[in-house]
């Protein structure tokens, strides 16, 4: 199905003719437009149905800090919801005060995305909980303290046994509840959505410019496709760093080296610095960096070809990224049991 959407995208932006310039026709900017719609509903897994009280209860988990060893941090201490469900740090800060590796990515909008970490190294949402829970410069928790701690409080003890009968507080148990919460994290309607369902006005003039460059002469649309700006796969851009990324798990493929998930592009306003080192520090040194297509090394993904933009025109595809942050994007802090 996403390598139908993808070849439709492709197909679409070439038969519009949008490679070469910053005019669509009214037409054209309505297939195009199509391609972008939010969709109604957030797919759950069977194996993880949604209900409104394992929704609740996995956000008490992903803001409690007791799951953590130093009971000190929790998720939202990197997926932090007032800068998009990320910490404005180039790299994350764990446990310890340790830099890792890498930036946090955001968690909006996880229940589109597949398979996780910038290397795609977990295959589902549950799979990927247990390593920041686990890992010792994290959240450094151990699941065999964690889950007699859970237990102590009672009104953890009482929601486990109601939503998962004959379970109880187990590590499997604990996994569903914080990914069936992520699956409810979707970025809100933004003055793009307006526009794409039809308010003519939601959107400036120079970001519909900037709309028709991203998917034309920038060639964004290459890689960030569908309504949350991405294709799930994994590229190299040409970023400057050490970091190998996929190809630690497809050491075979040359196209795998230095190459990371595309992330969505859903309130990147709030997200900054991006990519997974955090070596882009906001929108401007992005659009550049793609101008100039990074680092030309075998690995480099053929999609990127550098190109040149007016200031003018590098103003309207900011303008364009911007107006996808939501109007309203506050969230409310759950109240945990004691
Ligand atoms: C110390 C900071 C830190 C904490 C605490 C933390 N994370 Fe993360 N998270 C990261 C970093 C860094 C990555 C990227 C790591 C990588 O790709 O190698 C990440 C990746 C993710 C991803 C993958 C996103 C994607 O697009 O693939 C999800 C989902 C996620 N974390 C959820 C959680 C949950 C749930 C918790 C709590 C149980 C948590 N995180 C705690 C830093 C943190
Ligand atoms: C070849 C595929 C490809 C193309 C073309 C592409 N991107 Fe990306 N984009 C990616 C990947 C992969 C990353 C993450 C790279 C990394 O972490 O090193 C990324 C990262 C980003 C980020 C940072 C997001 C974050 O969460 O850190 C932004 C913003 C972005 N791209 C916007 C654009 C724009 C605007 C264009 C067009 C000018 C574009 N991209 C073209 C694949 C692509």
């Known amino acids: 199905m996403k390598r139908v959407i993808f070849c439709v995208v492709s197909v679409v932006v070439y038969a519009l003719g949008l490679t070469s310039g910053v005019y669509a026709s009214d037409k054209q900017m309505e297939t195009l437009k199509q391609l972008y719609k939010r969709p109604l509903y957030i797919p759950f897994p069977k194996s993880a149905p949604y209900s409104p009280q394992l929704a609740t209860l996995g956000k008490k988990l992903f803001f ?138 939601a959107i400036s003039e120079s970001a519909k410019k900037g709309f028709v460059l991203f998917n034309g002469k920038a060639n964004c649309v290459a890689c960030h496709t569908g309504w949350n700006f991405t294709d799930n796969k994994f590229h190299d851009i040409g970023a400057d760093t050490e970091d190998i990324g996929r190809a630690k798990f497809e050491p075979n493929n040359p196209k795998a080296m230095h190459a990371f998930k595309t992330p969505g592009l859903r309130n990147l306003t709030q997200r900054a610095p991006f990519t997974h080192n955090g070596s882009l520090s906001n929108l401007e040194a992005i659009v550049l960096h793609y101008e100039t297509g990074g680092i030309n090394r075998p690995s480099r993904s053929v999609d990127m070809i550098p190109f040149t933009l007016s200031d003018t025109e590098r103003e309207d595809l900011i303008n364009f990224l911007i107006s996808l942050t939501a109007d309203k994007s506050e969230v409310a802090m759950p109240v945990l049991p004691n």
């Open 64 to 201: 409690d800090p007791r799951l953590s060893g130093a009971k000190n941090m929790n998720c939202a201490s990197c997926h932090n919801p007032s800068f998009g469900f990320e910490t404005p740090v180039a790299l994350a800060v764990g446990a310890a005060n340790a830099k890792l590796g890498r930036h946090a990515p955001t968690t909006l909008n996880m229940a589109w995305v597949k398979p996780f970490f910038w290397d795609g190294r977990a295959k589902t949402l549950e799979d990927q909980a247990e390593g920041p829970l686990t890992a010792e410069v994290e959240m450094n928790g151990k699941f065999s303290e964690i889950v007699p701690e859970l237990k102590e409080i009672a009104e953890y003890q009482k929601w486990f046994d109601h939503l998962f009968p004959g379970k109880g507080i187990t590590r499997e148990t604990i996994l569903t509840a914080i990914a069936t919460y992520e699956r409810t994290i979707v970025s809100n309607w933004s003055p793009f959505d307006r526009w794409v369902e039809g308010n003519e006005t």
